[in-house]
């Protein structure tokens, strides 16, 4: 089983930054394509951004392009997701997600997946 952990959610004002990160004690993330999802209350779980184990293809949602940058650091096994330029509708849990079966991306991630890291929550409000 694998564990993921999130950390680095927020509050933070609107036009504001937030690097969250991913990691997973005692697995090895550097084969797996890492993904990022997320909720906002009483909507979906959504994709937000693809990173491949090492083809170097990485998507992102429409509404995030330009402002969110998902990226890894296999030394460190952790993955990232630095958000500028928040936006009050960018307010989610935020998740990350892999799966022992993908070690590249297709597109924005689409569920299911098979391991989920607990969320950490991103509230940007003034």
Same mark, same amino acid.
């Given at each position: 089983? #694998?564990?993921?952990?999130? @950390?680095?959610? /927020?509050?933070?004002?609107?036009?504001? +930054?937030?690097?969250?990160?991913? *990691?997973?004690?005692?697995?090895?993330?550097?084969?797996?394509?890492?993904?990022?999802?997320?909720?906002?209350?009483?909507?979906?779980?959504?994709? #937000?951004?693809?990173?491949? @184990?090492?083809? /170097?293809?990485?998507?992102?949602?429409? +509404?995030?392009?330009?402002?969110? *940058?998902?990226?890894?650091?296999?030394?460190?096994?952790?993955?990232?997701?630095?958000?500028?330029?928040?936006?009050?509708?960018?307010?989610?849990?935020?998740?990350?997600?892999?799966?022992?079966?993908?070690?590249?991306?297709?597109?924005?991630?689409?569920?299911?997946?098979?391991?989920?890291?607990?969320?950490?929550?991103?509230?940007?409000?003034?």
């Amino acid at each position: 089983q #694998v564990q993921l952990e999130e @950390s680095g959610g /927020g509050l933070v004002q609107p036009g504001g +930054s937030l690097r969250l990160s991913c *990691t997973a004690p005692g697995f090895n993330l550097d084969y797996y394509a890492m993904n990022w999802f997320r909720q906002a209350p009483g909507k979906e779980r959504e994709g #937000v951004a693809c990173i491949s @184990s090492h083809d /170097g293809a990485i998507y992102y949602e429409d +509404s995030v392009k330009g402002r969110f *940058t998902i990226s890894r650091d296999n030394a460190e096994n952790t993955v990232y997701l630095q958000m500028n330029s928040l936006k009050p509708e960018d307010t989610a849990v935020y998740y990350c997600a892999t799966d022992a079966n993908r070690s590249n991306c297709v597109g924005v991630p689409r569920l299911p997946f098979e391991f989920w890291g607990q969320g950490t929550q991103v509230t940007v409000s003034a």
